[in-house]
Every structure is written in structure tokens, then in C-alpha cells.
């Protein structure tokens, strides 16, 4: 079965705001995370990953927190803005295969 | 560069027909893997091909379906026979190498409707 889960399906900030995703696993032997943002009607586009010898990695307005004690995983976007709008996938990297959660939608409102 | 490119972008097969499903990988990569995701839910692995050879299959339905990364040309996942259950849109993705941290690049998809 799945080893990768969402908090919440749906999320909506004002823009401007930070936004916060997140994303549980059950594997604690788990030792590479990515992040997908995919938009209608197109495939999930690459965000930002991160091993499990980091705890924290940061991008371009993007950071992903990884806390291996709790198997917990976060995406935070900065200054939201509405190109940010799509939904978001936590997936797990297992022997080459991706295992997906089941996405939030973000909603950002002007 | 060119990213992931698959082909066509929508199919529409009747039941009990075949459907051709291509993918051609970025460029320097050799590793291509084919997901399906279901209206309002995640992409579900399916298969993992390196050239000529499938890695990793356990996603795959037994019967029906089957994928092939030649030596030439494009990866190619065929479905026989099709029936309703298979309406679906099947993403492919690639990568360099099969190591570990190395992100997978995908395609905008193939999404199959079958009447």
C-alpha cells in the first residue's frame, strides 16, 4: 500500500502569504522526498527534493523541512502569488519507483 | 533542451480495442517510468524501464499490459483489449541514471478515454 499521505486536500491563502503543505510517510527507511506541483491538464513539474541526511532545503521562494523523528514532511512557499495556484504531490522515492500522496490544492486568493 | 514528449496527447479507443501509448525521454536520459492517475487522485506507479530491459513492473497490471523501451525510438506502453477501467491519464517520466537523487522529469501526459 501507500506509504505517503497529505494532511489536508484542500488549501486556500491570500496572496502575498506563506503557504504551508504537508505530507506524512509511514517508511522510515525512506531516504529521498520530491515535491510536484501539477496544473490542469498538465504533468507534475519538479519543485524541489531533499535526501534524509538534510533536514532542510531551500529553493527559490520554496523550502522543504524533513523531520525524520515524526516521518513528516513540509513544503513552504513565501509570498504566495496566484501562478502558485495547482495541486501539490509529496512522493517517495522507493528502488526508482515514486509513491505519491494523494495531492492538496492550492488556492490563492488575490 | 526538450523536455519529456508523449504522444498523442488524448486517445479515444472503444472497448476491445488497442491503445499505443509513447514517450520519448529527455535527452541523455535512459530511464524512463510510466505512472496512471485517476480523475481527482494521485499518480499510481505502473512500470520501470532502462533501454531494452523493464526494471521494475510490480505497478502493472498481469494482463493486458505491456511497455517496451527499444534500443531506438521511443518508450511505449500498449494496453489490449480495453475496457472502461482503463480511462485514465498515463504520465511518463524520465531520468539520467537510475540514482538515488535524481529527480524524475514528466510529460504532460496521455489521457485515454475509452467509450
Known amino acids: 500500500g501507500e506509504s505517503v499521505g497529505l494532511h489536508l486536500p484542500t488549501l486556500s491563502v491570500q496572496e502575498g502569504d506563506n503557504s504551508i503543505i504537508n505530507c506524512a510517510y509511514s517508511n522510515s527507511a525512506s531516504d529521498y522526498f520530491i515535491w510536484y506541483k501539477q496544473e490542469s491538464g498538465k504533468g507534475p513539474q519538479f519543485i524541489i527534493d531533499i535526501r534524509s541526511n538534510m533536514d532542510k532545503r531551500q529553493g527559490q521562494r520554496v523550502t522543504v523541512l524533513l523531520n525524520k523523528t515524526v516521518k513528516h514532511l513540509s513544503l513552504q512557499i513565501a509570498a504566495t502569488q496566484p501562478g502558485d495556484s495547482a495541486v501539490y504531490f509529496c512522493a517517495e522515492n522507493q528502488g526508482g519507483k515514486l509513491i505519491f500522496g494523494q495531492g492538496t490544492e492550492l488556492s490563492v486568493k488575490p | 533542451n526538450a523536455g519529456v514528449m508523449q504522444n498523442p496527447r488524448h486517445l479515444v479507443r472503444r472497448r476491445g480495442q488497442e491503445a499505443r501509448l509513447r514517450c520519448s525521454p529527455m535527452k541523455g536520459h535512459s530511464h524512463v517510468y510510466w505512472y496512471r492517475q485517476l480523475p481527482e487522485e494521485g499518480l499510481k506507479f505502473m512500470v520501470y524501464?532502462?533501454?531494452?530491459?523493464?526494471?521494475?513492473e510490480s505497478g502493472m497490471p498481469k494482463e493486458r499490459f505491456s511497455a517496451e523501451f527499444p534500443k531506438e525510438g521511443p518508450s511505449i506502453l500498449r494496453i489490449q483489449q480495453v475496457v472502461r477501467g482503463d480511462s485514465a491519464a498515463y504520465f511518463c517520466?524520465?531520468?539520467?541514471?537510475?540514482?538515488?537523487?535524481?529527480?524524475?522529469?514528466f510529460g504532460d501526459g496521455t489521457r485515454l478515454s475509452i467509450l
Open positions: 517520466a524520465s531520468s539520467p541514471t537510475g540514482t538515488l537523487g535524481q529527480p524524475q522529469h
Open positions: 524501464l532502462q533501454k531494452e530491459n523493464i526494471i521494475d
